[in-house]
């Protein structure tokens, strides 16, 4: 009789990319790879046997939006054991022939954030994302092994070199505004810049009526030196700034003023609509000359407390 040879069929069909969604619970996988994992043996009792081939690297692991990268067989494994109960968890595998198509943690990212209160756990110095809760909508924009390295705001404002405490201050006293951008950069490749504050040369802030919240030091020299918990310039006004000039409607102008006079002339004019306050970096040396006139202004509500705070 004729003998026909049996041929054995692959598991696979070949293929750069292989993307499969994890299921939940024991993979019963093993990896290796000290510098990046590769799929060393999926045993038959697998939910994946017959659906990742061994020998395949590991490029990118999704969960909950969150894309982690460049991990070695022990982070890895670490990883999917203690997220284990979450779904729709995914990983990408790709030829390891191919090395330059694998994802990399960039050096240096720049996140936009929205204004508002932004659900993540900070912790550490340089601070590092930690954990985000279920409302967070930047997750996915904030890659894991990456650190905080500077908060940019809109009006030229620039910190860096901060503890997770002093980070979380800033957001919340920004909080309102939009254009607060986050400068991350890599754990592995990259150092945290020193500690070091930008102000902007200058800042025109429109004031509004009632009470501002805004405290002020120097005897000589007026600056802003707290903006309080229910201040109306919380996020525009920042501390640390000269006060050049406050501008008052009728063709007042003061300037060079002391804390106390600084604070005298927001008080009595705080029912006064349009009034413009100009603030100057510690650094600008080009302040406006010395011009105030106390008599222009009612009779003193001047305590000791009013030099300190407006409102």
Known sequence: PDETESVEEPLFEPSDEVNVVLPIGKLSVTFKGSKRAIVSTVKESSPLFGVIPEGMGVDVVKIKGRKYM????ADLAELLRETSDIPDRMIKLRDMENPEEFSQIPDELEVVLPAGKLGIIFAGTPPVAKSFKETSTIAGAMPPGMF????????????????????????????????RVLVLRSIKTQRASPKEEVFPDNLE?????????????????????????????????????NLDSIVVPGGSTFCGMTAAEAARVLVE????????????SPSNKNMAPRNFDGDSLSSSQGSTEISKRVG
């Open 205 to 241: 802030i429109p004031l509004p009526c009632g009470k501002l919240g805004i405290s002020f030091k120097g005897r000589a020299q007026a600056r802003v030196s707290r903006l309080h918990e229910e201040s109306q310039l919380l996020g525009i006004a920042i501390i640390g700034m």
């Open 148 to 179: 905080v390295d500077k908060l940019k705001m809109s009006s030229g404002h620039c910190v860096s070199g901060f503890t997770t405490k002093e980070l979380v201050k800033y957001l919340a006293d920004y909080s309102v505004k939009d254009g």
């Open 70 to 73: 460049e991990l070695n067989a």
């Open 269 to 280: 004019t705080k029912k006064v609509v349009g009034r413009k306050m100009l603030l100057k």
